[in-house]
């Protein structure tokens, strides 16, 4: 009888630690709070949060107080973070291969990147994977414009203007030089300062429309670009480490909830960049530098140049960017075969 109380009770006790064990994801993202993207990400939190029975708990550090994207990434190797939302940038110094998708000039459309994506993501998963991090969801940036105190109305305009560049990104540096752009390299946490400052080093970035309003570039800015350089990708992650940690269940919650969140954002992303051109319209930027007046050859040289280095160095394989093409290409074909046209079209 003794042996017996004796048991239930190591097992009451045994039981009730395995419910009160909880999981603190200590989680950063550059996205400022307030944005329509971000009420996304809290309301993410709480659904984990309410799901899982407080199990696991978030501690978020919001507009970049960790750091750039680096630092960021530098913090969950050492554990100090566990995870994060990343755009391109950071997304490539996780698992570089899968900027493939941000190449300029490379998809004519977002139905054409939604498909090569679908079809590339159990790469993508298993390149995170192996790189130490699993990927919980794609959420996007949007079509990336140049924003301009300067009139963009050539190639040989951006040329001669002072622009940004994220430091250390292997792929802008790439199509910079293969455009003959020589550009300022700066922390993205720097660039409002330096577009503020009445001798800053530079006159020029280049982001999404909703991310200049976010981040209030625009404000300090008075041109921008038709043509967009690039529909830029975003990644959800947490580090092996932590994510090894957790029961079944809530891997499970992580993934199925991560996924359906970045899909939210990217849904959102697409609505709000669209909105925001009328917004920055509104408030004084001027947009220009339309399909009609650029020449097409020059344009698709520099990419192509561009995806040549970035195959050389090995940053995107060959063999990424002829799976890549060959999904684009088959894609296309199924298109004309249906009679069917895709909608917001880049050429």
């Given at each position: 009888?003794?042996?017996?109380t004796?048991?239930?009770v190591?097992l009451?006790?045994?039981?009730?630690?395995?419910?009160?064990?909880?999981?603190?994801?200590?989680?950063?993202?550059?996205?400022?709070?307030?944005?329509?993207?971000?009420?996304?990400?809290?309301?993410?939190?709480?659904?984990?949060?309410?799901?899982?029975?407080?199990?696991?708990?978030?501690?978020?550090?919001?507009?970049?107080?960790?750091?750039?994207?680096?630092?960021?990434?530098?913090?969950?190797?050492?554990?100090?973070?566990?995870?994060?939302?990343?755009?391109?940038?950071?997304?490539?110094?996780i698992?570089?291969p899968?900027?493939?998708?941000?190449?300029p000039?490379?998809?004519k459309?977002t139905?054409?990147?939604?498909?090569?994506?679908?079809?590339?993501?159990?790469?993508?998963?298993?390149?995170?994977?192996?790189?130490g991090f699993?990927?919980?969801?794609?959420?996007?940036?949007?079509?990336?414009?140049?924003?301009?105190?300067?009139?963009?109305?050539?190639?040989?305009?951006?040329?001669?203007?002072?622009?940004?560049l994220?430091?250390?990104?292997?792929?802008?540096?790439?199509?910079?030089?293969a455009?003959d752009?020589?550009?300022?390299?700066?922390s993205?946490?720097?660039?409002y300062?330096?577009?503020?400052?009445?001798?800053?080093?530079?006159?020029?970035?280049?982001?999404?429309?909703?991310?200049?309003?976010?981040?209030?570039?625009?404000?300090?800015?008075?041109?921008?670009t038709?043509?967009?350089?690039t529909?830029?990708?975003?990644?959800?992650?947490?580090?092996?480490?932590f994510?090894?940690?957790?029961?079944?269940?809530?891997?499970?919650?992580?993934?199925?909830?991560?996924?359906?969140?970045?899909?939210?954002?990217?849904?959102?992303?697409?609505?709000?960049?669209?909105?925001?051109?009328?917004?920055?319209?509104?408030?004084?930027?001027?947009?220009?530098?339309?399909?009609d007046?650029?020449n097409?050859?020059?344009?698709?040289?520099i990419?192509?140049?561009?995806?040549?280095?970035?195959?050389?160095?090995?940053?995107?394989?060959?063999?990424?960017?002829?799976k890549?093409?060959?999904?684009?290409?088959?894609?296309?074909?199924?298109?004309?075969?249906?009679?069917?046209?895709?909608?917001?079209?880049v050429?």
């Amino acid at each position: 009888m003794v042996l017996r109380t004796l048991f239930l009770v190591l097992l009451i006790a045994f039981s009730g630690n395995s419910i009160a064990k909880t999981y603190t994801l200590k989680f950063a993202t550059l996205m400022p709070t307030g944005t329509a993207w971000s009420k996304i990400l809290d309301d993410w939190v709480k659904e984990v949060e309410a799901k899982s029975n407080g199990r696991i708990k978030f501690k978020m550090y919001s507009g970049g107080v960790m750091g750039d994207e680096p630092d960021v990434l530098r913090k969950i190797r050492k554990g100090q973070l566990h995870g994060g939302m990343f755009t391109g940038y950071g997304i490539g110094r996780i698992y570089s291969p899968a900027r493939v998708l941000e190449v300029p000039f490379l998809f004519k459309n977002t139905d054409e990147s939604d498909y090569v994506r679908e079809r590339m993501m159990p790469d993508l998963e298993k390149g995170f994977r192996e790189s130490g991090f699993e990927l919980l969801g794609w959420p996007e940036v949007g079509f990336v414009h140049l924003f301009s105190r300067q009139r963009i109305e050539s190639v040989d305009d951006i040329r001669k203007l002072r622009i940004w560049l994220w430091q250390g990104d292997p792929l802008g540096e790439a199509f910079f030089k293969a455009a003959d752009i020589d550009p300022i390299p700066l922390s993205i946490i720097d660039v409002y300062t330096q577009l503020s400052a009445k001798h800053g080093s530079i006159n020029t970035v280049y982001s999404s429309t909703f991310g200049a309003i976010a981040l209030q570039w625009y404000s300090k800015l008075k041109y921008a670009t038709r043509i967009p350089l690039t529909n830029a990708i975003g990644g959800l992650v947490v580090s092996n480490r932590f994510y090894k940690k957790l029961p079944d269940d809530l891997k499970q919650l992580l993934k199925t909830s991560g996924k359906r969140m970045s899909d939210e954002i990217r849904i959102s992303a697409r609505i709000e960049n669209e909105k925001s051109v009328s917004i920055l319209e509104k408030n004084g930027i001027e947009f220009m530098f339309d399909w009609d007046e650029v020449n097409m050859d020059e344009i698709l040289e520099i990419r192509d140049n561009a995806a040549m280095h970035l195959e050389q160095t090995d940053y995107i394989p060959a063999r990424t960017f002829a799976k890549t093409r060959m999904l684009v290409t088959e894609y296309r074909q199924s298109q004309t075969a249906e009679g069917q046209q895709s909608t917001t079209t880049v050429p």
